[in-house]
Nanobody, 125 residues
Framework: QVQLEESGGGLVQAGGSLRLSCAAS????????MGWFRQAPGKEREFVAA????????VYADSVKGRFAISLDNAKKRVYLQMDSLKPEDTAVYYC??????????????????WGKGVLVTVSS
């Protein structure tokens, strides 16, 4: 089993920045995809960004391209999401996810094996 724990959420004004962090613990693994998803009230969970375990490949949702950046510390099994130029529509619970059975970076929630409990990000206008 793998446990994922997110941190770094909070309240920020529009135009501001936040940095989310997610730490993985439990069973050991060497190759993986780590991703971030978010779920706004009344909406389905949606893909935000994901990164290959070596850090060499990333994928972003169109809605966050140019504003968010995902990065990874492989030694610590920790993934980060730097969120800049935040907008009220970025308000959501943000979830960290881990895919251990992959051939490429996927954006569907069903393809990820483990999930964190989520952290709330609120962007005020």
């Amino acid at each position: 089993q793998v446990q994922l724990e997110e941190s770094g959420g909070g309240l920020v004004q529009a135009g501001g920045s936040l940095r989310l962090s997610c730490a993985a613990s439990g069973r050991t693994f060497s190759s993986y995809i780590m991703g971030w998803f978010r779920q706004a009230p009344g909406k389905e969970r949606e893909f935000v960004a994901a990164i290959w375990w070596s850090g060499g490949s990333t994928v972003y949702a169109d809605s966050v391209k140019g504003r968010f950046a995902i990065s990874l510390d492989n030694a610590k099994k920790r993934v980060y999401l730097q969120m800049d130029s935040l907008k009220p529509e970025d308000t959501a619970v943000y979830y960290c996810a881990l895919d251990l059975n992959f051939a490429y970076i996927k954006t569907n929630t069903a393809d990820y094996d483990y999930w964190g409990k989520g952290v709330l990000v609120t962007v005020s206008s």
